[in-house]
């Protein structure tokens, strides 16, 4: 079955990072507590005209790492571990797009934190790659 571009831009970054899964609305619920887990989902996809004859696609890709935490000593290394795939991935292509953008925002949700003592870490990667205009688009 064929794939959108955007789920075969997720699911390359999938590939690249270790332990991760694609999961578009993952469940808190059912995380084991210590263990961090990654998911990735696409996240947004813009289309602008670059000129007459191409087109400019931005794809975002939604990355989140999410531990159930006993003590705050386990934030500082799952933190560490986002900033790494950062910057690993930043200037990285993959699926013929090139990674433009990294943003740590938020940096955590603290309302998940305090209230179920979860660690969701966000990460959004903006990838862009350049297309032919169709007709009549």
């Known amino acids: 079955m064929a794939e959108s571009e955007i789920v075969a831009l997720a699911n390359a970054v999938v590939a690249t990072i270790a332990g991760a899964e694609l999961a578009y609305a993952p469940d808190f619920g059912r995380l084991p507590e210590g263990v961090t887990k990654i998911f990735v989902a696409p996240a947004e996809e813009t289309v602008a005209v670059l ?15 999410a531990r159930k935490i006993t003590n705050d000593a386990e934030i500082d290394p799952v933190l560490i571990a986002r900033e790494t795939i950062r910057d690993t991935l930043f200037r990285k292509r993959l699926a013929d797009q090139l990674c433009v953008a990294a943003e740590l925002a938020p940096f955590y949700d603290s309302t998940l934190l305090r209230e179920q003592k979860i660690l969701a870490a966000p990460l959004t990667l903006t990838f862009q790659s350049f297309a032919a205009a169709v007709a009549g688009s």
Do not use: E, Y
Not at 51 to 60: E, I, S
């Open 51 to 65: 000129d007459r004859g191409r087109n400019q696609v931005a794809r975002k890709i939604a990355v989140l790492w």
